[in-house]
């Protein structure tokens, strides 16, 4: 039986899934349901907080998003530099610290700009870790690790590479939920999630509210995390673990 843990999950992962449906459902552009997304996304980190959830982490946009027509992809840059003029001072006075987790490089100077003061406001804040994941792809998370070890002349060992990787200042995470219906990773955390609780939500991310949250947060407390070891060991009634030289 699965052991039910009424704590919270300390980190949340999200695949913002859905924003372009939930536009052409309404005979809207597409940029429309990106503009709801952000309200969702604002609604969500309230919610994190509400609930007492340490560490926030969103895919907002991939590596493989460029691939999309010019207008939506220069309306999301637009769209975020202006939700970070509107948003990060709720956030900096609500206790986020906000990390932008990506390769920047590609980035025009004004996104860049806007990313690095939206950091340097809220690098005091404690309440909250609010990472964005833009311009991210799990292969090139592994991969700018992979180079970065390998440049140290440090051993590649998992610790090595886990200390490289984008996400090295939070744990992993423990409930990752993807919304859309999709039932797919897609290149967001491939290294972190090993162990995340997935969680699938039929909901376009626009729709997405603290009840759906609630619901996913329920549904990661039924579940038994055994992280390799046998359900008897993780409610303690089994044998020692085997000592690893065995
Ligand atoms: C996926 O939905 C969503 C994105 C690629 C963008 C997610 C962005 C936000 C929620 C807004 C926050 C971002 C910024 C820039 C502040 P989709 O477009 O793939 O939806 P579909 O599957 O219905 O087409």
């Not at 503009?35 to 980190?45: A, E, F, I, T």
């Not at 907080?49 to 493989?64: H, K, P, Q, W």
């Not at 804040?125 to 140290?152: E, M, P, T």
């Not at 995470?173 to 967001?188: A, K, V």
Request: aromatic share 8%; proline share 4%.
């Amino acid at each position: 039986m699965a052991t039910p843990s009424l704590i919270v999950p300390h980190h949340v992962a999200i695949v913002m899934d859905g924003n372009g449906r939930w536009a052409t459902k309404r005979f809207l552009p597409r940029i429309a349901g990106h503009k709801q997304g952000v309200d969702s996304l604002s609604r969500c980190v309230r919610a994190c907080l509400e609930r007492g959830i340490a560490v926030l982490t969103v895919f907002a946009f991939s590596s493989e998003n460029w691939n999309r027509p010019f207008e939506e992809v220069s309306g999301l840059m637009e769209l975020l530099v202006l939700s970070l003029s509107r948003e990060v001072p709720n956030l900096n006075a609500s206790g986020v610290r906000l990390h932008f987790v990506g390769d920047r490089q590609r980035l025009s100077e004004k996104v860049q700009a806007g990313l690095a003061q939206a950091e340097h406001l809220t690098s005091g804040n404690h309440r909250l870790i609010f990472n964005v994941c833009f311009n991210y792809g799990g292969r090139w998370d592994i991969a700018q690790a992979a180079k970065k070890v390998a440049s140290s002349g440090e051993p590649i060992t998992e610790l090595a590479l886990d200390r490289a990787m984008a996400l090295a200042h939070v744990p992993d995470p423990d409930l990752l939920i993807r919304t859309g219906g999709e039932l797919r990773i897609s290149n967001f955390l491939l290294w972190q999630a090993a162990y995340s609780e997935l969680h699938f939500s039929d909901k376009l991310w626009p729709e997405f509210d603290e009840a759906a949250l609630d619901e996913a947060i329920a549904v990661f407390r039924t579940r038994e995390r055994r992280f390799g070891q046998t359900s008897a060991q993780v409610s303690g009634h089994g044998q020692k673990t085997t000592p690893k030289a065995a």
